[in-house]
């Protein structure tokens, strides 16, 4: 990971494995990579890597942003968020590429709408990440 966000640093961008569901429907963790860019844009809604609790590093999307605090949570979480600084932020996630090399964009306005929505539907979405795992 060291690595990697050095050449983020330098204004690389970088394609890194995702592994979990905590993404799940946007990002299918195994199958799929992230593309870390240098960050541009801190907004809710983004998805992004960050570094939490001071030992960790996480891919989730910006629910909050108050103040200096920051707020994530998986998109395939049910409960569960994380806090980090904005200085705690280290990548923006713009893009996924799946199994057949194919680029897609998570910060259209359809995608990002979706992202919003699904997080909405929140206290439903046990069930409906079941129908996605059949």
């Not at 920051?70 to 569960?80: A, F, H, P, S, Y």
């Not at 699904?118 to 059949?134: A, D, F, H, M, N």
Request: glycine content about 6%; charged content about 30%; hydrophobic content about 40%.
């Amino acid at each position: 990971m060291s690595e990697a966000l050095r050449l983020v640093d330098e204004g690389r961008d970088v394609i890194f494995p995702v592994k979990g569901n905590s993404m799940l429907p946007f990002i299918i963790g195994g199958k799929e990579k992230a593309v870390f860019s240098p960050v541009k844009k801190i907004k809710t809604g983004r998805v992004v890597l960050a570094y939490v609790d001071g030992c960790r590093y996480v891919v989730h999307r910006i629910i909050k942003i108050d103040n200096k605090k920051v707020t994530l949570m998986g998109d395939g979480n049910l409960k569960g968020r994380e806090y980090c600084t904005l200085t705690d932020i280290k990548a923006e996630v713009n893009y996924v590429v799946d199994q057949n090399e194919k680029k897609r964009c998570l910060n259209t306005f359809w995608r990002l709408s979706a992202a919003l929505l699904w997080r909405i539907l929140r206290p439903v979405r046990r069930y409906l990440l079941r129908l996605t795992s059949l």
